[in-house]
């Protein structure tokens, strides 16, 4: 068993798409809570900062992948030490993953495991991230990913071992493939929540009316 005190995660949450079916620029739309409202991406980190408060984990371990809106996301979030602009994110979801660990590991030589998260994941919560982080630090060893229903989804929690893959993703293929070839050595939690993604403006007022 690993002990806490060896487990350093890392939090990659990718803001780097170019919000094609979107019609403009998705993690800075607004979604509704309780009484105000706040963007996609600040929701995700304020679910996440939650999540690591909870479990004690310093929520500067949270890095934002930005690409083509990085300016943007910059005018909105204060914090540069937070952002990591990744120039081959136009190139697919692959090179933005590999880019932003590479940056990752450029940092800091005592990552044990780094966790991808989706900013448009909106349905997610702390409690959600909670659980992944929870299952991660008992069996440190496996790949640890949401799934709903029968689909894998993220986010997922790599280990160490997969760290040099995670680094040579390549176009628009995420990091699924590593979890589906790596079965084996795979712990998954339900997480329902993890089904619901932000793709069109249409998604966008759904989720408004049913909430």
């Known amino acids: 068993m690993m002990r806490t005190s060896d487990y350093h995660l890392k939090i990659i949450l990718l803001a780097a798409g170019k919000s094609e079916r979107f019609n403009g620029i998705k993690v800075l739309a607004k979604v509704q809570q309780q009484e ?8 995700a980190l ?10 004690n984990i310093s929520n500067k371990n949270i890095r934002v992948a930005t690409g083509r ?4 996301i910059s005018e909105l979030l204060a914090d540069p030490d937070r952002l990591d602009y990744c120039e081959s994110a136009a190139l697919g979801l692959g090179h933005t993953i590999a880019q932003s660990v590479q940056h990752l590991l450029d940092d800091n030589d005592n990552i044990s495991h ?3 998260a989706l900013t448009d994941q ?14 991660s630090v008992a069996l440190p060893n496996k790949l640890v990913s949401a799934k709903a229903g029968e689909e894998l989804m993220p986010p997922a929690i790599f280990p160490r071992a997969y760290f ?3 680094a040579q993703l390549k176009g628009d293929k995420g990091a699924k493939p590593i979890l589906y070839n790596n079965k084996d050595k795979l712990q998954t939690v339900s997480i329902a929540h993890a089904e619901k993604d932000i793709d069109t403006q249409q998604d966008l007022l759904n989720w408004h009316n049913k909430n």
């Not at 909106?122 to 992944?132: E, H, M, P």
């Open 69 to 72: 809106y990085h300016q943007q």
């Open 164 to 166: 040099t893959e995670l």
């Open 46 to 55: 304020q679910q996440l900062s939650l999540a690591l408060k909870t479990l």
């Open 36 to 43: 105000s409202s706040v963007t996609l991406l600040e929701h």
């Open 114 to 116: 780094i966790m991808i």
């Open 122 to 135: 909106v349905a997610l919560n702390a409690n959600d991230y909670i659980s992944l982080i929870e299952q």
